[in-house]
């Protein structure tokens, strides 16, 4: 939990400045999500959710929807997360994968739905389409990269 | 009272999660029809706490960036004919100021018109982030209320119209771009004059609603701001239109809109500053329920 600090920290500049050359039209991984899921792994669903609602509202922050949009969302998702986390475990890349591909799909459903409550109704198609979609996918293909370049480092380590 | 205790110790794991459900529920509700005290300075002070290292960060990427772009063009000149490659380089690069210079003359030109037009006070700030999320989209600024920025201001570029600032710190401030989906503009058809409503279309751009069915809108026509409702001033390009809609049964027609400011590569963004600003009078914000 040392790195939580650091880490959200990180999340903030990485997604509202480093990210922005590597967007695919116009859109971004979720680094927020990613670190939810991350911490959610180490702790228990009570923790998870204080951190999920913390990391969402700090994304909040930085956005212009408004207040408690992500927080709601991360902590949701972080205690369900941390809930699940062992059975969540796997070693294999496509089903971690789809784990992750998962998740932010719920997150995006959420936000939608949130969104479409708050503001007045949204359409689902093309919010489907140019946002949730493409979201979910660069997330979890970043989000694998993530978790799996230690062990690929590791792999190749032992082969050499 | 001990049996509350115990019930809470029992269920506590629901009890946390329905307590962070339900205040981030309230936080939202809280900005439904207009932001409360205690949002604003949550707002602020999430963005005052974060903005001095994204500022920070920005600023090293540069200067990195700078700094390897430097290093590659020295190498390619070593590994090149020194001296042809030195003198192509000068005179490219000389070429590259002059276009520069003539870029940055017509872009000053530009400026200068919409100020004389306007009879506005600009200020000058730099992009320095962009929104967290995929779902709206606002840039952060490096400039803040000590500069004189305050909400509400519009938000200009050379081409046209960007947006409008929605959150001031001192040091730092959010721009709501005009393609943000909750972002709202009163737009006039500069060749018919028929008005409408310029707002984000999430992810693609911009779209004009509320247009009268039978109102005369071209692909090509150029939308201005209207002027109404005291945050815009009139006459502003916003864009062109693109593409329009007219579904049978409908009350109004629909168009989408290309914003004349390419809002993806904002570097510098001017903010109008001696406009009289009124708070909460068509706020430049969509319809809440």
Sequence with gaps: MTWFLPGLLFCAMAQTVLLGPLSVWGIRPDLFLLLVFLVSQGCNPEVATLLGFLIG????????????????????????????????????????????????????????????????PRLLLPALL???????????????????????????IRSA | MSLLLRLLARYRRAAILTSALVLSFLLMTLQVRHETAVVTFTRQTLLFVVS?????????????????????????VREENRRLQFEATTMKRRLEQLQNQAMETQRLERLLAMRQASQAEFLTARVVGKDATNWFKTVLLDRGSLEGIRRNQPALAPDGLVGRVVEVTL??????????????????????????IVSGNLGAGARVSY???????????????????????????????????????????????????DLSRLEEIFILTNLDIREGFESGTASRP
Excluded at chain 1, 130 to 155: D, H, K, N, Q, S
């Design chain 2, 171 to 196: 040091t730092s401030a959010k721009v709501q771009l005009l393609t943000d989906p909750v972002s709202a503009v009163g737009g006039l058809i500069q060749r018919t004059r028929v008005t409408g």
């Design chain 1, 130 to 156: 140019r946002v949730i979609a493409p979201e979910a996918l660069y997330t979890a293909a970043v989000g694998l990269l993530i978790l799996w370049l230690p062990r690929i480092r590791a792999a190749l």
């Design chain 2, 211 to 261: 247009l009268p069915l039978m109102a005369d809108v071209a692909v090509g026509d150029e939308v201005v701001t209207s002027g109404m409702g005291g945050v815009f001033p009139k006459g502003i390009l916003i864009g062109r239109i693109t593409s329009v809609e007219r579904n049978s049964g409908a009350l109004f027609q629909e168009a989408t809109l290309q914003p004349a400011v």
């Design chain 2, 52 to 76: 001095p290292f994204i500022k920070v960060t920005a600023a090293t990427i540069q200067g990195v960036t700078g700094v390897w772009r430097d290093y590659v063009d020295l190498r390619a």
């Design chain 1, 57 to 120: 509202l700090c994304q909040d922050g930085l956005s212009g929807g408004p207040l408690g949009l992500h927080a709601f969302t991360d902590s949701l998702l972080g205690f369900l997360a941390a809930r699940l986390g062992h059975h969540m475990y796997t070693d294999k890349p496509l089903a971690l994968f789809w784990i992750l591909l998962g998740g932010s799909a719920a997150a995006g459903g959420i936000t939608l739905g949130l969104l479409t409550f708050f503001l007045g």
